[in-house]
């Protein structure tokens, strides 16, 4: 049925004017599918851009436990605003890895200080 619709249209001479809409309403669809997905900026708290964060229990091994992360919203952003306001400077990533070897999206740390205030 589509192809007799298809080549009624051909043969009228509104094939192309068919085309150009199903083009439109497929960009149209990608369009809001994207605006969908678009997140809102996490503001950063003064001081958690110099959070810093590891995967090397070495790298905390001389720091002092101030608590753990257990983020509803996994974000970087979000750690570190949480490091801060523990009185923290350095986050253990504990975040598992996956089958490739990448961490799945920051979740889970403990966070330390380790520079002396």
């Known amino acids: ?3 007799n619709n ?3 249209a051909a043969q009228t001479g509104n094939a192309r ?3 150009r809409t199903f083009g439109m309403l497929s960009a149209l669809a990608v369009s809001i599918g994207t605006v969908g997905c678009a997140q809102t900026p996490i503001p950063m ?3 958690s851009e110099s959070v810093r964060i590891t995967r090397v229990p070495n790298d905390v091994a001389n720091c002092k436990v101030v608590g753990n992360l257990d983020l509803e919203i ?3 952003e979000s ?3 949480h490091a801060v306001g523990l009185g923290g ?3 253990l990533d504990t975040n598992p890895l996956d089958i490739t070897g990448y961490a799945t999206p920051f979740r889970t740390g403990v966070v330390y ?3 002396v205030q």
């Open 1 to 3: 049925m589509l192809d």
């Open 6 to 8: 298809f080549a009624s």
């Open 17 to 19: 004017r068919l085309l």
């Open 45 to 47: 708290a003064p001081g």
């Open 74 to 76: 996994p974000s970087t």
């Open 79 to 81: 750690a570190r605003n």
């Open 89 to 91: 400077d350095t986050i």
């Open 113 to 115: 200080r380790c520079r």
